[in-house]
């Protein structure tokens, strides 16, 4: 049984991102309409959401030597100051080009706030349970996906786009009261961070590629980042156009994926724990493969409600097989929680990019089935690699 502080940690770790998820999922639904508002393109919208992208995945790395020197609790803190400054100062923007800068700018804020959150994560999943890793995840889709754009859409339904950015600014000040209580101390008697040069720096991160199926966990991570946002993107407009089903049929799907999603981070966490990366991650892409195929081929409301929720289920085992990979792996957590965000932000930037070009030349819902070669090439790789039979020095051990 937990211990109180145990606890007291987890649903700290919860509320916080939880929050932070309300936050982001507020900005993220308001931010589209608000460049719409202020005259933008269809195809401006879209650079402007690949800039913040950008943003994240360009000083992933750097955020995470940064961490790992300063620790998780500065880190933190100017991160989410800096997206709070950036917030507050969108109401006064009139020109897309301060918008696209202000973006960027969220970007490596947004970057630099979820390494230090991720890494602290890692660091108290010892004392919380490592079979709790999905429910950082769990908690913070929760915020993103379904509080934080309700919110939004309900005071941007009301024309007022100033209210939504410093609603959500206030709300990002509930994360730093709560991370300022629950950040885990360094361990007494542990070694200070190593101060890194570039070549220290790439030879650290060499040593955290090296580790038994890491590069797979990476693969894991990128396919489930790009799978999950281009099923939000592309199932609304499949649905409409090549189905001839109404509108809000649609957000049932992305729902039914969402919650199926959800429920499998806070539910087969110990299953991960038990049976290992390789075998969570072939099951997690089998999943995958048969929803992402029954996705494209599927015609009926039921079959296709089904599909979704599969794939939740499967983007649910997948990620939490890369997260118990990484939080199982020694040293520094900043540098490990700047490897995966990094995976994460490539699925996030190319997906769209490889979804788009097919959809131009197959229909949108070509787009899904187009994946499958993708889960069914790491499969390969990953089933070729040899089995989990011992942990490496310094890990955390994946049994209960």
Partial sequence: MQSSDARRLLLGYLLLNASTGIAVGMTQLALPLFAFHLGASLAEIGVMRAVAGAGLLLTAIPAGLLNDRFGSQAMFHIGNVAGILCCLMLPSIQALSLLLLALGAEGVARSVKFNALSSSFYRALPLIGVDKVGWSRASFSIGLGFVGPLLGGALVGRGDFAVVFVLAAAIQLVPSLIFARLTPMRRK????????GVRGAARAYAGLLAHRDVPAALGAEAISAGCFNIFNAFIGVAVTTELAMPAWKAGLFVGAEGVAYILALFLLGRLAQRHGYRAVALSGLTLLSLALTGVSLSSGEEVLM???????????????????RAATLPGEKGKVAALFSTAVSVGIVVAPIYAGIVATFCGCRAV????VPTCLLL??????????????EGEVPETA
């Fill in 368 to 371: 899904f089935i187009a994946f």
């Fill in 189 to 196: 008697g542990a070694s200070a961070p190593e101060r890194l």
């Fill in 379 to 392: 499969a390969a790789y990953t089933a070729s690699r040899r089995a989990d039979v011992s942990l490496e």
């Fill in 306 to 324: 089904g599909f979704s929720a599969l794939l939740g289920v499967g983007l649910g085992l997948l990620n939490l097989a890369a997260a118990t």
